[in-house]
T-cell receptor, first 115, second 113 residues
Framework: AQSVTQLGSHVSVSEGALVLLRCNYSSSVPPYLFWYVQYPNQGLQLLLKYTSAATLVKGINGFEAEFKKSETSFHLTKPSAHMSDAAEYFCAVSDRGGATNKLIFGTGTLLAVQP | NAGVTQTPKFRVLKTGQSMTLLCAQDMNHEYMYWYRQDPGMGLRLIHYSVGEGTTAKGEVPDGYNVSRLKKQNFLLGLESAAPSQTSVYFC????????????FGPGTRLTVL
């Protein structure tokens, strides 16, 4: 069975500082991995995804994530935080081509950006 | 192109009441999903559909029923609401042949008193 663990339910950074949100996965098959962002009172929006092409994936709003098989990790980073980045971030893994292509979500990390 | 829409946006029910949440997508997607989101638990899959006329149980299906009579619509029903079903409900859809990106609706906030 697949699973995702997000370390740190709350992360606080200063504006302009590096953002690092951690995600580790467990999968018996090569995974597809996703980061979604949820702004207050909104639905989830795809930030980026890894589907076995390049291991460094660039997404929207300056975010990127690196797939590291040896560490079973897919951490999300952004070099310089903006106030507008304050949101909840979810990492997810797909059962990749299974009959349902279900997504398994982590419990989320709430990012606060301090001025 | 509206994407995925959900009706209603908010609802308050009393214990034992019933209601139906509607999800509609205009992207001609085959797959549709219902999730619930609770604090500290991420999103959990309730039911899903791999095509018109088909439905299947997800991770937390108890107390819910679904129907997919039309490809573009996926209905989630609560026959007898319980306070434990207080949550935010999200619908998502996905193409049949794709790299698994799911597109989400804006959510329905349901409170059961």
């Amino acid at each position: 069975a697949q699973s995702v663990t997000q370390l740190g339910s709350h992360v606080s950074v200063s504006e302009g500082a590096l953002v690092l949100l951690r995600c580790n996965y467990s999968s018996s098959v090569p995974p597809y991995l996703f980061w979604y962002v949820q702004y207050p009172n909104q639905g989830l929006q795809l930030l980026l995804k890894y589907t076995s092409a390049a291991t460094l994936v660039k997404g929207i709003n300056g975010f990127e994530a690196e797939f590291k098989k040896s560490e079973t990790s897919f951490h999300l980073t952004k070099p310089s935080a903006h106030m507008s980045d304050a949101a909840e971030y979810f990492c997810a893994v797909s059962d990749r081509g299974g009959a349902t292509n279900k997504l398994i979500f982590g419990t989320g990390t709430l990012l606060a950006v301090q001025p | 192109n509206a994407g995925v829409t959900q009706t209603p946006k908010f609802r308050v029910l009393k214990t034992g009441q019933s209601m139906t949440l509607l999800c509609a997508q205009d992207m001609n997607h085959e797959y549709m999903y219902w999730y619930r989101q609770d604090p500290g638990m991420g999103l959990r899959l309730i039911h899903y559909s791999v095509g018109e006329g088909t439905t299947a149980k997800g991770e937390v299906p108890d107390g819910y029923n679904v129907s997919r009579l039309k490809k573009q619509n996926f209905l989630l029903g609560l026959e007898s609401a319980a306070p434990s079903q207080t949550s935010v409900y999200f619908c998502a859809s996905r193409e049949a042949v794709s790299t698994d990106t799911q597109y989400f609706g804006p959510g329905t906030r349901l409170t059961v008193l």
